[in-house]
């Protein structure tokens, strides 16, 4: 398949790989050789090209009735051959995403059996991932006609027997690698339900032979478009019309054109055209294969090959859950959305923002105690677990051992906030020793003296103010709320100006076509008038004719 870009002009029209241009100019450059001699045997010797017929084929409508049954042939071949392509590559498509979903369903439903036997639910998995990477991979070697080779996830950690078993199916009796792939992975799901590794209710674990059928009549019918090429009197019908275009295009231009420069490039255009459509048409007709405009299958195994390995990670099996700082309160989780919507800071609720939030928690949990705090109404996220703090006893200096008899009183945290308040065990031992001191959050704190915290009150609204607040979102909503019906009746506007465009260019076709269709008509009509009306004779034969003395 062809990675390509078509921002700059000069790079795709030079773009060799995938291209049918040099293939179509075989055919083109010949017949614009051709125009160009005909063009210069009617300047050496004048009328030539007129014994020719070409006065009689430029004035009638036989150039353009060969060739629009030429482009009817061939616009009908293009449109076949794309929905083939179209087609196979939704089913390549359906068919990994019912067989991923096979493998992911049985390794969430073996999650409850892996406290019981972590053993054999590892050894399940492992053999369910390699068994169906390889019955992918063996699935799209054989639509390609077993012309390419794709990896799959280490082989060699299936065990002997069944990789023995496998290579004799194959070899030996000719069976289809992905049957026997298919059944292998059911009978590893069965033994697996029996086993007690897959804890399901049957109707639920049903649904795993399910997405299993589904793969499988996909890739039938994508085998179905390997198998059923373009029938071939179609083909034939468009080669024969394509190689009288090619000659008949030459002498009707001359004819109409005196310059040789215009005479090759208005006989090249059209013949290249009509060639490269039909090049075009054969290459999508069969999409999978190793051409450049084929498929890419081995990307297909490659993308397949990483969805199986992340249902190997190690942190597969985890429970998503929310933070301490989720907030659960529906009314209060949409006004946060507005304030981040009207502040432009949508990036905080991207997955992408979590690397910039985790190296601002490190920066932070790299200051000191005095540079950040993160026990304080401040921090942007608190301590889960603090280490037991050992505090100096009041009036000590800086840095100094505890008395043992020291006393200290707890501090009040601030009103109507979530911290913890402070409680402080400090308790004597014989030997007059300090014993550490168990503090909660804050951290911050650094000796018995800090002087408490002192609450900080929300200001109050004026009932005035408040008012106005609210006409503002009221008229915020009722602004937003324009602005997308202004939006809606524009994209409407829009659709029906394209659906009106397209009606119009497909009534421009249907006219054409009715023409090109009257025109063949008027012609056979001819054609059957001229041979069904008999030939005028005279009586008295040739001696008739002539005249008496």
Same mark, same amino acid.
């Given at each position: &398949?062809?990675?390509?870009?078509?921002?700059?002009?000069?790079?795709?029209?030079?773009?060799?790989?995938?291209?049918?241009?040099?293939?179509?100019?075989?055919?083109?450059?010949?017949?614009?050789?051709?125009?160009?001699?005909?063009?210069?045997?009617?300047?050496?010797?004048?009328? *030539?090209?007129?014994?020719?017929?070409?006065?009689?084929?430029?004035?009638?409508?036989?150039?353009?009735?060969?060739?629009?049954?030429?482009?009817? &042939?061939?616009?009908?071949?293009?449109?076949?051959?794309?929905?083939?392509?179209?087609?196979?590559?939704?089913?390549?498509?359906?068919?990994?995403?019912?067989?991923? +979903?096979?493998?992911?369903?049985?390794?969430?439903?073996?999650?409850?059996?892996?406290?019981?036997?972590?053993?054999?639910?590892? =050894?399940?998995?492992?053999?369910?991932?390699?068994?169906?990477?390889? =019955?992918?991979?063996?699935?799209?070697?054989?639509?390609?006609?077993?012309? *390419?080779?794709?990896?799959?996830?280490?082989?060699?950690?299936? +065990?002997?027997?069944?990789?023995?078993?496998?290579?004799?199916?194959?070899?030996?009796?000719?069976?289809?690698?992905?049957?026997? &792939?298919?059944?292998?992975?059911?009978?590893?799901?069965? $033994?697996? =339900?029996?086993?007690? *590794?897959?804890?399901?209710?049957?109707?639920?674990?049903?649904?795993?032979?399910?997405?299993? @059928?589904?793969?499988?009549?996909?890739?039938?019918?994508?085998?179905?478009?390997?198998?059923?090429?373009?029938?071939?009197?179609?083909?034939?019908?468009?080669?024969?019309?394509?190689?009288?275009?090619?000659? *008949?295009?030459?002498?009707?231009?001359?004819?109409?054109?005196?310059?040789?420069?215009?005479?090759?490039?208005?006989?090249?255009?059209?013949?290249?055209? &009509?060639?490269?459509?039909?090049?075009?048409?054969?290459?999508?007709?069969?999409?999978?294969?190793?051409?450049?405009?084929?498929?890419?299958?081995?990307?297909?195994?490659?993308?397949?090959?990483?969805?199986?390995?992340?249902?190997?990670?190690?942190?597969? +099996?985890?429970?998503?859950?929310?933070?301490?700082? =989720?907030?659960?309160?529906?009314?209060?989780?949409?006004?946060?959305?507005?304030?981040?919507?009207?502040?432009?800071?949508?990036?905080?609720?991207?997955?992408?923002?979590?690397?910039?939030?985790?190296?601002?928690?490190?920066?932070?949990? @790299?200051?000191?105690?005095?540079?950040?705090?993160?026990?304080?109404?401040?921090?942007?996220?608190?301590?889960? $677990?603090?280490?037991?703090?050992?505090?100096?006893?009041?009036?000590?200096?800086?840095?100094?051992?505890?008395?043992?008899?020291?006393?200290?009183?707890?501090?009040?945290?601030?009103?109507?906030?979530?911290?913890?308040?402070?409680?402080?065990?400090?308790?004597?031992?014989?030997?007059?020793?300090?014993?550490?001191?168990?503090?909660?959050?804050?951290?911050?704190?650094?000796?018995?003296?800090?002087?408490?915290?002192?609450?900080?009150?929300?200001?109050?609204?004026?009932?005035?103010?408040?008012?106005?607040?609210?006409?503002?979102?009221?008229?915020?909503?009722?602004?937003? $709320?324009?602005?997308?019906?202004?939006?809606?009746?524009?994209?409407?506007?829009?659709?029906?100006?394209?659906?009106?465009?397209?009606?119009?260019?497909?009534?421009?076709?249907?006219?054409?076509? +009715?023409?090109?269709?009257?025109?063949?008509?008027?012609?056979?009509?001819?054609?059957?008038?001229?041979?069904?009306?008999?030939?005028?004779?005279?009586?008295?034969?040739?001696?008739?004719?002539?005249?008496?003395?």
């Amino acid at each position: &398949m062809i990675d390509y870009e078509e921002d700059y002009l000069f790079p795709l029209l030079l773009q060799y790989e995938g291209s049918v241009a040099l293939r179509a100019s075989f055919y083109a450059v010949p017949s614009a050789i051709l125009a160009i001699l005909l063009v210069y045997m009617e300047e050496i010797w004048p009328g *030539i090209v007129g014994d020719l017929g070409a006065p009689d084929l430029s004035g009638s409508h036989i150039w353009n009735a060969a060739t629009g049954v030429c482009m009817l &042939m061939l616009v009908f071949r293009t449109k076949t051959a794309f929905a083939r392509f179209w087609e196979g590559t939704g089913l390549l498509h359906q068919m990994r995403g019912e067989w991923f +979903d096979t493998v992911s369903n049985c390794i969430t439903f073996s999650i409850s059996a892996k406290k019981s036997k972590p053993e054999e639910v590892l =050894c399940f998995r492992h053999a369910l991932v390699r068994l169906m990477s390889l =019955c992918h991979g063996s699935a799209l070697e054989e639509i390609a006609g077993d012309n *390419i080779e794709v990896e799959s996830i280490d082989i060699t950690g299936l +065990d002997w027997g069944t990789l023995r078993h496998l290579q004799q199916c194959h070899h030996v009796h000719g069976f289809n690698k992905v049957e026997v &792939m298919l059944h292998l992975v059911q009978s590893l799901i069965t $033994k697996a =339900c029996d086993d007690g *590794i897959i804890r399901i209710p049957p109707p639920i674990a049903s649904r795993v032979y399910q997405t299993i @059928s589904r793969g499988f009549v996909n890739l039938l019918n994508a085998k179905k478009i390997t198998d059923t090429k373009f029938p071939f009197p179609y083909a034939q019908l468009i080669a024969y019309l394509l190689f009288i275009d090619l000659l *008949i295009t030459p002498l009707m231009i001359s004819q109409a054109l005196r310059s040789k420069v215009l005479a090759a490039l208005f006989t090249f255009v059209p013949v290249f055209g &009509m060639y490269s459509l039909n090049f075009i048409a054969a290459e999508l007709e069969d999409p999978f294969g190793t051409d450049d405009n084929d498929l890419p299958l081995s990307h297909f195994q490659e993308e397949m090959n990483s969805c199986l390995l992340m249902l190997l990670h190690p942190s597969t +099996d985890l429970i998503a859950g929310v933070s301490p700082h =989720c907030i659960l309160d529906f009314e209060q989780l949409c006004e946060a959305m507005e304030i981040q919507s009207d502040d432009g800071s949508c990036e905080a609720r991207r997955l992408s923002s979590y690397e910039a939030f985790k190296e601002s928690q490190e920066t932070e949990a @790299s200051l000191s105690p005095v540079e950040a705090c993160p026990g304080s109404p401040l921090s942007p996220m608190s301590p889960t $677990k603090l280490e037991p703090l050992v505090l100096p006893a009041a009036g000590s200096a800086p840095g100094a051992e505890p008395a043992g008899s020291s006393s200290a009183t707890p501090v009040a945290p601030p009103a109507g906030s979530a911290m913890e308040p402070l409680s402080i065990q400090h308790t004597a031992s014989n030997s007059g020793a300090a014993e550490p001191l168990s503090v909660d959050p804050p951290e911050c704190a650094t000796t018995v003296t800090t002087p408490p915290l002192q609450p900080i009150a929300s200001p109050e609204l004026d009932p005035l103010e408040l008012e106005a607040l609210e006409d503002a979102v009221a008229e915020e909503t009722k602004r937003r $709320k324009q602005d997308e019906a202004i939006r809606l009746e524009a994209a409407q506007c829009e659709v029906e100006k394209r659906i009106g465009e397209f009606y119009l260019a497909l009534q421009r076709w249907m006219t054409m076509i +009715d023409s090109q269709v009257i025109q063949i008509h008027d012609i056979l009509e001819v054609l059957t008038v001229l041979s069904r009306e008999p030939v005028p004779q005279e009586s008295g034969g040739w001696e008739s004719a002539i005249p008496s003395i």
